[in-house]
Antibody, heavy 115, light 107 residues
Framework: QVQLQQSGTELVKPASSVKISCKASGYTFTSNYMHWIRQQPGNGLEWIGWIYPGNGNTKYNQKFDGKATLTADKSSSTAYMQLSSLTSEDSAVYFC????????WGQGVMVTVSS | DIQMTQSPSFLSASVGDRVTINCKASQNINKYLNWYQQKLGEAPKRLIYNTNNLQTGIPSRFSGSGSGTDYTLTISSLQPEDFATYFCLQHNSFPNTFGAGTKLELK
């Protein structure tokens, strides 16, 4: 069965970076898009971008260009998102989701940016 | 960006009730509309894809309809496990955009 297992909660300092992961299993990792989504109380859900692990192509929501960098490791079937120059406004739960249809989602990673 | 206006934001209902949740897009999204259920601390679960296609394993009390800019999720007879938050997603146009969510609470 399709599973997306995300890394654990992160507490990070302002101006730093964080890299969170999404390990896929139960399907062909290289043949499906992986999306990333942000959820913030009061701001709802925002689509960050996608990566196609088969060739590494990416597409970003303009809002997150320069903030998020998506990568994928085919050998471990793991997708990554690095968030840089963090501020308190980046505190959120971040999800990965599979395929053009966003059919299966990971459980989410809570990132808290605080000094 | 396409704006998705979801209503209502909160819905209070009883077991056995029929409920509807709506999403209105700011422009035609050609039926590329999914519905999800989210419970606290859990991964969102896709219920309906492309307006009216039921995800495998989802009970048939869930259904979707719509076209153009207006879409509806219907739960025909609420069960205790259905009290959760629901949101819509349009994936017709870049960037994908979401409704703000509907919290379905037990009356």
């Amino acid at each position: 069965q399709v599973q997306l297992q995300q890394s654990g909660t992160e507490l990070v300092k302002p101006a730093s970076s964080v890299k969170i992961s999404c390990k896929a299993s139960g399907y062909t990792f290289t043949s499906n898009y992986m999306h990333w989504i942000r959820q913030q109380p009061g701001n709802g859900l925002e689509w960050i971008g996608w990566i196609y692990p088969g060739n590494g192509n990416t597409k970003y929501n303009q809002k997150f260009d320069g903030k998020a960098t998506l990568t994928a490791d085919k050998s471990s079937s793991t997708a990554y998102m690095q968030l840089s120059s963090l501020t308190s406004e980046d505190s959120a739960v971040y999800f990965c989701a599979r395929s053009r249809q966003l059919d299966y989602w990971g459980q989410g990673v809570m990132v808290t940016v605080s000094s | 960006d396409i704006q998705m206006t979801q209503s209502p934001s909160f819905l209070s209902a009883s077991v056995g009730d029929r409920v509807t949740i709506n999403c209105k897009a700011s422009q035609n999204i050609n039926k590329y509309l999914n519905w999800y259920q989210q419970k606290l601390g859990e991964a969102p679960k896709r219920l309906i894809y492309n307006t009216n296609n039921l995800q495998t394993g989802i009970p048939s009390r869930f259904s979707g309809s719509g076209s153009g800019t207006d879409y509806t999720l219907t739960i025909s007879s609420l069960q205790p496990e259905d009290f959760a938050t629901y949101f819509c997603l349009q994936h017709n146009s870049f960037p994908n955009t979401f409704g703000a969510g509907t919290k379905l609470e037990l009356k």
